[in-house]
């Protein structure tokens, strides 16, 4: 079972010897047993030590080690379940490069390594939320300066829609530049904007998240569904190859090139019924719910994240839903966004928040079944806003 947790470690190990030509890990177990964990990597440096020896070298005044194993600074170091002295945990901490990762088997040591870091050293340590067979932390005060090795996720159980292949004007982007403060710069995943936009940057969901939403929407096949904020339409491809019935409003949309590109995009993954409205909700929703026939079974809002937008938008939005219904919100770790959340669980809905790379917000009510949806170990754990902590 543990072989799954020593290939993920492996595999990082493998991208850091990659984009610096040299890595180096340390393995501390109990018993020193070189079987323990198989991390042979090429052209990653693995030194072993055992807990005793470690103790042993471990100069308490000057937290520091005087073993040559342990001497210089290391890309990760592995600890498994054993415990050792708290000292001995942050002096290893702090041998770890910035980016760096520490790695272990137990949830119970991980807890303890991050929250004696953060309160000891006052780092941000962020253990990882859920664990299967493993979890790790990364040492991440310095955000600017980490290499993170970022992948593409797809929930275990979920379909992959594969639309970042049908959108070939995608790229990967760097999101460490970008000033607007709630985009989540310590995601391992691949976040991507599309190249066709010359305004600004606008990120457009994690395949993650993509494929969340297409699996909702598939809930909803053959129903209508609203989606405010579509941008180049990547998000908008996913409910509609879940073939629902679409309404999508976008001011964006006024620009001829860009609803094109919508369109063309569209055409591709359905023969359902789409109608794309330029304009702006929450104005927009009242005339378009009212023209039509059926309420909405699913709203997608990813349009305004800014002050009250998000709760205008819920607001708006809920008074035309169907009795069975879901809503999403993308950008959870916008306090704006979550006070739209918010705002369905005020009015007596269903709340889920998904530890996404920018975080779902999930409500439903009615006769909703959501399906299993598995967040990705790594990702740092999901922090409430400090204006919704009572
Ligand atoms: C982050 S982008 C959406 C990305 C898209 N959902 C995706 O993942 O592909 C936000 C979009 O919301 C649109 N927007 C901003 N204010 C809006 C409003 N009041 N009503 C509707 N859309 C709005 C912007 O024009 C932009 O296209």
Known sequence: MNSDFY????????????????????????????????????????????????????????ASFSSQIVSGSFDAIYLDEAFIETSIYLALYRKLAWGGYLFTISPELLRHVGSTVSSELGLDAVPST?????????????????????????????????????????MVANPMPIKWPYLRKNSPHIWRVDSRCNERVVGVLSTEEGAVLYALAKLFAGKRVLEIGCHFGFSTAHLAKAQVILDVIDPRLSDPFQQNCVKSSLNLVTDKEYRLWPGFSPGLVAPIATANAEPWSMAFIDGDHDGEAPSLDAIEVMKYMADDAVIVFHDMHSPFVYAGFEQCRAAGWNVLVYNSMQGLGIAYRGNVTLPKLVEDISMPSFKVPAEFIA
């Open 130 to 170: 859920e664990i299967y067979t493993g979890g790790e932390i990364i040492k991440s005060a310095w955000l600017e300066s980490r290499v993170i090795d970022r992948y593409d996720y797809i929930p275990k159980g979920l379909e992959n829609p594969h639309l970042v292949e049908l959108f070939d004007t995608l």
């Open 7 to 62: 290939n993920h470690i492996a595999k990082r190990m493998a991208y850091f010897s990659t984009i610096k030509n040299s890595a180096k890990l340390l393995v501390v177990t109990q018993d020193n047993n070189e079987t323990t964990v198989n991390l042979n990597v090429e052209g990653v440096e693995t030194v072993r030590i055992s807990h005793a020896d470690l103790e042993r070298c471990y100069d308490k005044t000057n």
